[in-house]
């Protein structure tokens, strides 16, 4: 088992983006979580100076605010051993007790998606559905955050694999996820936006992303050459209007997941050919 890798994250909070390739200028750096024009820069000690001497060389940057948190308030969560379906996700200082040929080692750092999000959680749901069904070799993952969608659909069966974030913190967690569960040559990890992705054939295509991203994404010229969709992310109006976007196109929506009428999850297939899933209810 590896130690937990730290108790306690200082985050330096900016306005503006860190240049490519910095030094963070501290050993206990841990790394640069970035959403639109902000960073957040997260340590294992207290860092101002580091801080500062980064800003300093980096005019554009402006410090906004300073934390000191536990790892678990920062998650959320105690991350600690999770059995969701028929998956055990287990981070790597802990050791399952159970012998389980679907035990998913995740470690994820300081990105979310340690499975028990409703998002996560039910796209979990919607994967072993369809696996129960038929075994789709080729699967997209949009969004994939930590990795734990893509890593769920090779233990299920999958040959290729193509997990992509654009949050480069993101995807260098998951690909260390991806070596931690020795699936390297069946996953590929990259680095980049969904957009410049979502043409690329696949037999299931999962998107766990933000709405104004889906929204791009949902056209009938994206879903050519796909067979099985999962989507979520999804609040209840953005749900609605996912729905809407979804009704004019050649797909067939077989099942909603929804958590405590705040998130949403969709499952469906493209129609090239004839569903074999029965719905259970209406949509």
Known sequence: MDPQPFSDLYVYYCRGQVAPGTNPVSKDFIGNWEEDNFSFLFYTEPSREAVETL??????????????????????????????????????????AIEDARVIV?????????????????????IESIYALETPQIMLDLGTGTGLLALAAASLGSR???A???????????????????????????????EDMIQRPADLL??????????????????????????????????????????PLPVSLLRRWECEGTWYTFMGIVRHRQPRFRPEGDI
């Open 106 to 126: 995740l470690d994820p750092g300081v990105v979310f998606g340690t499975g028990t999000h409703p998002t996560t959680r039910d796209c979990l749901a919607a």
């Open 55 to 96: 800003l300093a060389g980096q005019p554009h940057l402006t410090l906004l605010d300073e934390y000191h948190m536990s790892y678990a308030d920062w998650l959320g969560e105690k991350p600690g051993i999770s059995r969701i379906g028929s998956f055990t996700v287990c981070p790597p200082w802990e050791n399952p």
């Open 164 to 194: 992509v974030d654009n949050n480069l913190l993101a995807t260098r967690t998951a690909r260390r996820n991806v070596r931690r569960n020795r699936l390297e040559n069946v996953i590929l990890t990259i680095h980049g936006r969904a």
């Open 206 to 247: 999962v998107a766990n992303i933000h709405y104004d991203v889906m929204q791009r994404l949902i056209t009938a010229e994206n879903l050519v050459g796909k067979r099985w969709f999962v989507l979520s992310g999804l609040l209840r109006s953005q749900a609605r209007d996912i729905e809407r976007q979804l009704a």
């Open 160 to 162: 290729r694999i193509l």
